[in-house]
């Protein structure tokens, strides 16, 4: 078993940023992938970013490259995710996962966590 917590949501405006963190713990060295996934209402689970072990793969969805940024600390068994210039559709609880081998598909993913609110305001 995994569990993850994820921090750091929040509220902001729009053009803001925010950091989220997702800790893991049990039995990490499962943790090969690490992602972030997001729920809006009224949408599915989408994909956001994932990271591999190494961190030498990132993965983004088109709707986050170049404000999102995925990281990890091994030694921490943690997963960062820098949110920058938020946007108001980016409002929705955010959700950690981890995964053997999978990267975009919700189905490849084995542990997820709470999940974290963000509210971007207009």
């Known amino acids: 078993q995994v569990q993850l917590v994820e921090s750091g949501g929040g509220l902001v405006q729009a053009g803001g940023s925010l950091r989220l963190s997702c800790a893991a713990s049990g039995r990490t060295f499962t943790t090969n992938v690490m992602g972030w996934f997001r729920h809006a209402p009224g949408k599915e689970r989408e994909f956001v970013a994932a990271?591999?072990?190494?961190?030498?793969?990132?993965y983004y969805a088109d709707s986050v490259k170049g404000r999102f940024t995925i990281s990890r600390d091994n030694a921490k068994n943690t997963v960062y995710l820098q949110m920058n210039s938020l946007k108001p559709e980016d409002t929705a609880v955010y959700y950690c996962a981890t995964s053997r081998h999978g990267l975009t598909a919700v189905y490849e993913y084995d542990y997820w966590g709470q999940g974290t609110q963000v509210t971007v305001s207009s």
């Open positions: 990271i591999g072990w190494g961190a030498d793969m990132t």
